[in-house]
């Protein structure tokens, strides 16, 4: 198969690298082009980046030239990492003029006419691009990955509520440092400390988990009604957010079911045998102390959702742990399954 050429718009940021990192050697993507701000636009990639990972950067982008965040030139498929103060309008640019834009933003995930996914989650929503295009008459189309703190989340409640039916959530979480971006939070704010407000985080993650988790009808998706709280706080940590979560279902259920629906997890990615994904979605830890970030944040290759510490809860019915991947399955290894899953079906024809 001849490789599809992709770029990346917001290449040189903490989920621009991580683009960057996956896509070397991806057997069906070829990067091919890289753009930023114009504070980068005209450098190196090697001189532009602050390169924050721990594998080296890939030799064969050091020397390609940042362009400016302009169509023209760009390949069809561009995978975006924009800072969400120009993504939305930028995104709506590139795809008026003909582009498919997966994208991590925030700025359209809500718009009713764009997909928000989780291939293993919700891959029949993927079917709104087509309502997308119709409605704003472009050739383009914009598709979205969800918040990195709802992507634990939702990928841990949506085999449960596919058995039992989900009536309420509450989820606590601990959030890594690089999902604040590059250079991030001050040092003197985050050192030894823990932050319990990170702006418009709580919303997201309660909206975006009723869209997932919602009926797609002919021209939107119906939210589910499942009543969601969310505490967001962030800690230092580098990569990884953890969740500290409380369900209750509508059906009855033990534990052993909760741990058996979780084990037996598989979607339309692992059926498909998507490049990136996983070949257990949900991994679970039988340990007391687990999951742990240091020990188990590179699961899958930091694409799966690794669940412990399931117990009963006082309060809701049951309660567990889940911890994600922020920068790889809460952001780009996330947007790369997406396209993967529109290349397999036949959207980027
Ligand atoms: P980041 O490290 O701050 O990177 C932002 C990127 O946007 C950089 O490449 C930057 O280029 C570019 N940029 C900034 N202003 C621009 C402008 N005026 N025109 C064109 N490009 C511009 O942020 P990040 O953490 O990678 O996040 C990127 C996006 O993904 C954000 O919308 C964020 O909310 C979302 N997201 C992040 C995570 C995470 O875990 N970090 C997870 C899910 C979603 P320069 O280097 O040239 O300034």
């Not at 965040?69 to 795809?95: I, M, R, W």
């Not at 991030?184 to 985080?201: R, S």
Request: glycine letters at 8%.
């Amino acid at each position: 198969m001849k490789k599809i050429e992709v770029g990346v718009l917001g290449a040189t940021g903490m989920v621009g690298q991580r683009f960057v990192s996956l896509l070397r050697n991806h057997p069906w993507f070829d990067l091919a082009w890289l753009a930023a701000s114009d504070r980068s636009a005209g450098k190196s990639y090697g001189e532009a980046c602050s390169w924050r990972l721990r594998e080296p950067m890939p030799e064969s982008v050091r020397t390609m030239r940042v362009g400016e965040c302009k169509p023209g030139g760009a390949p069809q498929l561009l995978f975006a990492s924009l800072d969400s103060k120009v993504a939305g309008e930028v995104e709506k640019e590139f795809a008026r003029a003909g582009h498919v834009v997966v994208s991590n933003s925030s700025n359209h995930r809500m718009d009713e006419d764009v997909p928000l996914l989780i291939p293993e989650v919700n891959p029949d929503h993927l079917a709104l691009v087509r309502v997308q295009r119709q409605q704003r008459r472009w050739s383009g189309m914009i598709v979205t990955n969800p918040n990195c703190t709802a992507v634990g989340l939702v990928m841990s409640l949506a085999p449960l509520h596919a058995a039992f039916g989900i009536e309420k959530v509450m989820m606590t979480s601990m959030q890594a440092i690089s999902g604040a971006g590059y250079p991030g939070v001050p040092t003197l704010d985050i050192l030894g400390n823990v932050i319990p407000y990170i702006a418009g985080e709580e919303e997201k993650v309660e909206r975006e988990t009723q869209k997932l988790l919602g009926k797609l009808t002919d021209v939107q998706v119906q939210p589910s009604k499942i009543v969601v709280s969310a505490h967001c706080n962030r800690v230092l940590v580098e990569d990884g957010h953890t969740e500290s979560i409380s369900v209750s279902l509508n059906g009855k259920a033990s534990l052993q079911d909760l741990i058996g629906v979780w084990r037996k997890y598989r979607s339309r990615p692992q059926e498909l045998h998507l490049p990136s994904a996983p070949a257990h979605p949900i991994v679970v830890r039988d340990e007391n102390d687990r999951p742990q970030v240091r020990l188990d944040v590179e699961s899958e290759r930091g694409m799966a959702i690794v669940i412990g510490r399931i117990r009963h809860c006082a309060v809701l019915q049951f309660k567990y742990t889940a911890l994600s991947h922020n920068t790889i399955r809460g952001a780009a290894g996330a947007a790369l399954l997406n396209a993967e899953l529109m290349k397999a079906e036949g959207y980027l024809e």
